[in-house]
């Protein structure tokens, strides 16, 4: 087995990949996602049968949705363009075969049947695609936590070391985005008795996440297993992040408005990098190799929270947005455009950001980290809802709308039968599962992640070993996550 020493030297001194690869690995998990939609239209119009067994629908979720995500950052890594586009051309195909075959309530030519579509509506009581956003950043975050520890991972996707863009980079930020755009002043819920009250109770709510930060601690520093300690520090982790920016978070949104958050995550993301441009904060983050003293051992993780604040704040603007009630399928293009154009905006200031102060660092999260990291997360999204938005024309010209996590057309009636099958299609889909029991998938990931090392010697594995592997460990969390929700079990202790 190899040294904690060494399997450290293996995760570190990266310096990442480019702004193009990070945002082309975008439109992979909303293409598969718009695969797995078109499968079971295409095998309904087929006179097929749904719901399949339990065993039938795990398999197909995770071949559709988790296999190719495994793959694209391991074996099919350099190819990763002409897989996207195999994809999408594909999925187009279908598209066109199931316009072809569909008896759609839009009868007329291609142009009509678009335009009565966009004039249609959509059942507008969730926005699926949020949660898509959610679970597939999570996922996202459990396939690279394990695959960086092998070869056949590269070294450009793995966390920077001081500056770059690297994809575990991005996970770190668009976790922090993820829980930001269902927060509950992202969706409208008021603030019950008084602001003290209010934050008080937030305090509380984080103790499982501070629980786990401790528990994550005594279990490294008991077992000797490798830590990255320039990632956050000797004592920090990304559970004591999580903590804190949503207590400080709830503490700002209780005094600000939230229709304000914007500018809250401008101040903070720019205040904090003048203080890091003018005073020897950004040298004593860099540049000090002492670690002594609690804040000295762990002052990347400490002053990094600033920055995760600034994109919570964000985050919470983009989900305060996206939650408006829309009913008509013209909204919410007029939505997606709008999600494409901040990202595009954003992605400019990032661009000049870089030029007047300096690139994106995770590290100490400064204002370039939280630009990208913000304008990636709109960008995905975008993608996902234009996929989502597929699937939905999909839907209505086929008269199938039993396509779990995604929008449904509009139904004046709905009868007991389809809302039966909808619930049934909900309690078979493994997204619908991550998203029951988030925090606990990433804490099953954790803890395989360890187990794995444990008994693999991951950095001496072939490409081969690895990939299986790493299906096998993804396979094993879905396969939890899943009996976990299809027997309606949340585990939520707080």
């Known amino acids: 087995m190899a040294s904690a020493e060494v399997k450290v030297a293996f995760v570190s001194n990266h310096n990442g990949t480019t702004l193009t690869e990070v945002s082309l690995g975008s439109f992979l998990a909303p293409l598969c996602f718009l695969s797995r939609g078109l499968f079971l239209i295409v095998f309904h119009l087929g006179k097929g049968v749904v719901p399949f067994s339990w065993g039938a629908h795990l398999l197909l979720d995770f071949t559709a949705l988790i296999m190719p995500l495994v793959l694209s950052c391991t074996a099919l890594s350099d190819i990763l363009h002409f897989v996207i586009m195999g994809i999408a051309v594909v999925d187009l195909v279908v598209l066109y075969l199931v316009y072809k075959n569909g008896k759609h309530p839009f009868q007329g030519s291609l142009y009509s049947t678009v335009d009565r579509f966009v004039q249609s509506r959509v059942e507008s009581n969730l926005v699926p695609f949020v949660t898509v956003f959610r679970v597939l950043v999570n996922v996202k975050t459990a396939i690279s936590i394990?695959?960086?520890?092998?070869?056949?991972?590269?070294?450009?996707?793995?966390?920077?070391?001081?500056?770059?863009t690297g994809v575990m980079d991005f996970g770190v930020g668009a976790y922090v985005m993820a829980n930001a755009l269902v927060c509950p002043e992202a969706r409208g819920k008021d603030i019950q008795g008084s602001k003290i009250s209010h934050v008080f109770k937030q305090l509380i709510s984080v103790w499982p996440l501070v629980l786990l930060g401790f528990v994550r601690l005594a279990?490294?520093?008991?077992?000797?297993?490798?830590?990255?300690?320039?990632?956050?520090?000797?004592?920090?982790?990304?559970?004591?992040?999580?903590?804190?920016?949503?207590?400080v978070a709830s503490a700002l949104l209780a005094l600000f408005p939230v229709d304000a958050s914007w500018l809250l995550a401008l101040l903070i993301g720019g205040s904090y990098q003048v203080v890091l441009e003018t005073t020897g904060l950004k040298s004593?983050?860099?540049?000090?190799?002492?670690?002594?003293?609690?804040?000295?051992?762990?002052?990347?993780?400490i002053f990094s929270v600033v920055g995760y604040i600034a994109i919570y704040m964000a985050g919470v603007q983009a989900g305060r947005y996206l939650m408006q009630s829309r009913n008509l399928v013209k909204d919410w293009i007029r939505v997606i455009r709008n999600l494409l154009f901040t990202s595009f905006v954003l992605f400019f200031a990032l661009h000049v950001c870089q030029i007047c102060t300096e690139p994106v660092s995770r590290r100490m999260a400064n204002l370039s980290f939280c630009i990208w990291t913000v304008a990636q997360s709109?960008?995905?999204?975008?993608?996902?809802?234009?996929?989502?938005?597929?699937?939905?024309?999909?839907?209505?010209?086929?008269?199938?709308?039993?396509?779990?996590?995604?929008?449904?057309?509009?139904?004046?009636?709905?009868?007991?039968?389809?809302?039966?099958?909808?619930?049934?299609?909900?309690?078979?889909?493994?997204?619908?599962?991550?998203?029951?029991?988030?925090?606990?998938?990433?804490?099953?990931?954790?803890?395989m992640t360890g187990l794995t090392n444990v008994l693999i010697d991951t950095l001496n594995s072939n490409d081969v070993l690895a990939v299986s592997v790493l299906l096998l460990y993804m396979f094993m969390n879905s396969l939890v996550i899943f009996i976990l929700h299809i027997n309606k079990i949340t585990v939520k202790f707080w």
């Open 378 to 447: 709109l960008f995905f999204l975008s993608c996902l809802s234009i996929a989502d938005l597929l699937l939905l024309f999909s839907k209505a010209i086929s008269n199938f709308s039993f396509v779990s996590a995604s929008w449904c057309p509009y139904q004046n009636k709905k009868s007991l039968p389809d809302e039966k099958m909808r619930k049934n299609m909900d309690a078979l889909c493994l997204v619908q599962s991550v998203n029951r029991n988030q925090l606990l998938y990433f804490l099953i990931a954790n803890i």
């Open 219 to 247: 279990s490294v520093k008991s077992s000797g297993y490798h830590e990255h300690v320039t990632e956050y520090g000797v004592h920090w982790n990304f559970f004591f992040t999580l903590a804190i920016v949503r207590v």
């Open 284 to 301: 004593f983050l860099l540049h000090n190799n002492e670690r002594t003293g609690f804040l000295q051992a762990n002052r990347e993780g």
């Open 146 to 164: 394990l695959a960086v520890d092998f070869s056949v991972f590269p070294r450009r996707y793995a966390k920077t070391e001081t500056y770059g």
